[in-house]
């Protein structure tokens, strides 16, 4: 059965990524990944704030520390700058280890929202052997006095600036919260980007009604999610020549194979393999094997996009349609309400 499929530009054994997760962190999780199926990884992200706190940390330290005794601050700086290992050497180290022990593409990932030290970082994650680079744009639109546009706008600056310092390919994670996701995937296709991963998600921050303060928590998502992207990718396949990578609510082989009947090139899984761990990964493959060799189907190129917008009898299902579809068909259970 041929599940190669092509993603980023690069052909991958089959659909599998597994998305930016603590399982990059440890070389066995990531070796165990790799021998489960997995036909590329991406890592963790590295985050901007991490950074930018480590600098003014590092300045405030070896600068700007007075400690009031002549002989106690010559023990200081000088030795402690040599040994001292930030997030982004950290992460460099990680990405050799990874590249030297497994065979499948790396993917580095950066999470941020300014344009600021992320082309100087992304240079160093090329040269460090990184395949392609992931960027993650954790951005919430809080100000009123800023317009749909000029969101975008930060997107789209920080890929064209991006794209002209780096050869390998970029992915842009995205959250569904744009006015027109179409428009802003071609956008993006514009400037430059390979890839897109269909939906970042976003937590949203909780009350605790006793302490009267907010909490963050991580609810993991299900199934039911997945169906968003899923709707996303079938309009976009055919439409763009972007990598269409399904990211939130893939947990089982079934919710997979949805993804890659609606158009996706890639599909990948987080909370399923953090629950499972990564040998699961190997039983999702199977169950998509097994569902392409019970339709009498032989490759991975006869499913994708079979129920996209463009395949399906009635393209309005995938919009407004459904709305009215699903509304009409809810009843009320008996005895609910009288
Ligand atoms: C514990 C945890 C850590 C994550 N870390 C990152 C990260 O560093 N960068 C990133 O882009 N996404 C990160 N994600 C998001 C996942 O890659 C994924 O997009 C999201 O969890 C939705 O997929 P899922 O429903 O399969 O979990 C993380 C998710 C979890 C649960």
Redesign the pocket.
Known sequence: MDLTTKYLGITIKNPLVP????LSRSLDAARALEDAGAAAL?L??LFEEALVAEEETLVRFLYHQDTGFGEAESFLPAQEQEDFMSSLDRYLEQLVALKQALDIPIIA?L?GITPGGWIRNARVLEEAGADAL?L?VYYVAADPSQSGAEVEKRYLTLLRDLKQHIAIPVNM?LSPSFSSISHMVKQLEGAGADGV?LF??FYQPDINIDSMRLVSS?S??NST?ALLAMRWIAILYGRTQLSLGA?????TAEDATKLLLAGADVV?????L?THGPAYLGKVLQGIESWIEEQGLESLEQVRGRVSQCSVADPAEFERANYIKVLDSYSVSPGAWV
């Open positions: 998305s930016a997760s603590p991406i963790s992200s990932s999470n992931e993650n994670k991963a970042n998600r991580l993991p998502s999610d990211t939130g609510g893939i947990h990948h899984l987080c909370s399923a953090l």
